[in-house]
């Protein structure tokens, strides 16, 4: 664990400022990150400022979370499950950094190819590596929130990328439309409040994107589809909590 931990608290922090570093440039460049988005619009373009409204606070989470892994001792409770998503983690944000060079360059098949990569890595370790929460644990609520977070975002960054990369200035089909629908009602069923606000907060930025670039009725069902997104997780885990309580002896401030 000490060889690992250490390995963690330079490997996690360093790809965060190379992410910081492509997202400024991304932003500041001409063309901007936003230029090539409104010039590439497809059935599953949301509305940009839902995903840098998105990024802004889950950066702050990351940087909490980021100084706990600094912190840490190899005997602190739920260090393991830090340790563990460091990698993940620095995949994310290297992938991301990288879809930024080629987004900007409106290489958008081979960003696109990053964003697959991250977004299957995440969603892999949330479904089969991350322990359950234990909400006495900070160390646990933020590895649970910095990982589902990004895994949320990934499924949007995945829809989109993927339609703007293959189908500009097309139509959804109503096997998209019934696929979305499906495929978000069984993500939902089976995921936490975070993990599932997110989805829900995915659909959203879909149907107000979706609505400013005229594609009405796909918005109105976009917005549906988030209204039984939001009530399938609120059922699923009022009925079933998802989260542990531990012993809190061992409690850390942040």
């Excluded at 001792?73 to 080629?102: H, R």
């Excluded at 990328?161 to 979305?180: C, E, L, R």
Aim: glycine share 8%; aromatic share 14%; charged share 10%.
């Amino acid at each position: 664990m000490g060889a690992e931990l250490s390995t963690a608290r330079w490997l996690a922090p360093t790809s965060f400022v190379i992410d910081f570093a492509a997202q400024t440039y991304g932003m500041l460049s001409s063309p901007n990150m936003k230029d090539i988005h409104d010039a590439n619009i497809s059935f599953f373009s949301p509305q940009p400022y839902f995903i840098a409204g998105f990024f802004f606070p889950q950066q702050l989470f990351q940087l909490a979370w980021l100084w706990r892994l600094y912190k840490a001792e190899a005997s602190q409770k739920d260090v393991s499950s830090m340790v563990d998503f460091a990698p993940f983690y620095a995949l994310g944000n290297l992938c991301i950094a990288t879809w930024m060079i080629f987004w900007n360059n409106n290489n958008l098949k081979v960003s696109n190819v990053f964003v697959v990569i991250n977004s299957v890595a995440q969603l892999y370790y949330i479904s089969r590596r991350l322990p359950p929460m234990d909400i006495s644990s900070t160390n646990s609520v933020l590895t649970h929130i910095v990982s589902k977070t990004f895994a949320g975002i990934g499924v949007l960054d995945l829809l989109h990328n993927s339609s703007v990369a293959y189908f500009v200035n097309a139509q959804p089909s109503t096997a998209v439309k019934v696929a979305t629908g499906i495929g978000f009602g069984l993500l939902s069923a089976t995921s936490d409040w975070i993990f599932g606000g997110c989805l829900v907060y995915d659909l959203v930025a879909l149907a107000v994107g979706q609505s400013v670039y005229g594609n009405v009725g796909w918005s109105r069902l976009l917005g549906i589809y988030a209204g039984g997104a939001a009530a399938i997780v609120g059922m699923r885990n009022l009925f079933s909590p998802p989260y542990n309580r531990g012993f809190r002896g061992d409690y850390q401030s942040l």
